[in-house]
């Protein structure tokens, strides 16, 4: 059975009754089958305009689940999306970024997902709908671990909302692989430091991708770049004890000990690459 429904509610419904495969851009649904054909019940999400928009609210930027990540990077957003902007370009080819969307990024679940750590990095929640009502849940506990999230067989990821608080942070996303396009990440690390006027660190968020099953953020190295002059020299503050919590592997790509060194180095490269765009605004 193949259900397409061009209203939320009709979505919402259907999948209640089927419990079917969620089908948005199909970037990570059809090249997960291999051979297979698809089977069971799919529902096809690509008419609900309902959940395609991205804007502002009260306290929350929104960005509707079915946004691809081309609209992502054309779209007017304030300086703290800089990093996820650059984290868009790195998802695929422009074919790919034209077609993915930013909920089924979260939804697939990959600890390589680009979109995940520079979301993480901005505090995002996810928004789950289901018949009987909707909740909130931050990002960090959406993604449980490879490939698993805390989505019910009854829900859609409706939109992602990052707090307008962060709107004017200094924000950058730095990926590491083994080729500079098209490539999947040994090591990423998100950014942003809110600043106060004058110039020193109000919060600080900072998330590293590819290094455990789900993007992490460095809790112990916020808290302590709390204060701080945003200055050059920042990167002298993380430490390798900072890492201590992530949990890289040896693969194809990269050993766990050549992940969790470039993780400190990017995440030094980080905070200096914010301080250099917070001098020159």
């Known amino acids: 059975m193949y259900f397409r429904p061009s209203s939320l509610q009709d979505a919402l419904n259907l999948l209640a009754d089927t419990r079917a495969t969620i089908l948005a851009g199909g970037t990570d649904v059809f090249p997960a089958l291999g051979d297979r054909p698809l089977s069971g019940p799919v529902l096809d999400i690509s008419g609900l305009e309902e959940i395609r928009s991205i804007r502002a609210e009260k306290d929350h930027i929104v960005l509707g689940a079915r946004a691809t990540w081309s609209e992502l990077i054309a779209a007017s957003l304030p300086r703290c999306f800089d990093g996820l902007k650059a984290a868009a370009r790195e998802i695929g080819s422009v074919q790919i970024q034209n077609q993915a969307t930013i909920a089924g990024n979260l939804c697939n679940a990959s600890p390589a997902a680009d979109g995940v750590a520079a979301l993480m990095a901005l505090d995002a929640e996810v928004i789950l709908a289901s018949r009987a009502g909707s909740r909130a849940l ?25 707090p307008r608080r962060l709107e004017n942070a200094v924000s950058t996303f730095l990926k590491l692989g083994a080729r500079r396009y098209l490539v999947i990440s040994i090591v990423m690390v998100a950014a942003n430091l809110v600043l106060d006027p004058a110039g020193s660190i109000r919060e600080a968020l900072v998330c590293v991708g590819s290094c455990s099953p789900v993007a992490s953020r460095l809790t112990d190295l916020e808290r302590e770049l709390v204060g701080k002059a945003a200055q050059t020299g920042l990167r002298k503050f993380v430490r390798a004890e900072h890492l201590a919590h992530l949990s890289p592997i040896d693969d194809v790509r990269a050993t766990a000990a050549y992940r969790r060194d470039a993780a400190q180095i990017l995440a030094e490269r980080a905070l200096e ?4 765009k917070a001098a020159a605004r």
């Open 138 to 162: 931050p990002l960090a506990e959406f993604i449980l671990g490879n490939r698993r999230t805390a989505r019910r067989p009854e829900e859609l990821l409706t939109a992602i909302r990052v």
């Open 273 to 276: 690459d914010c301080v250099r």
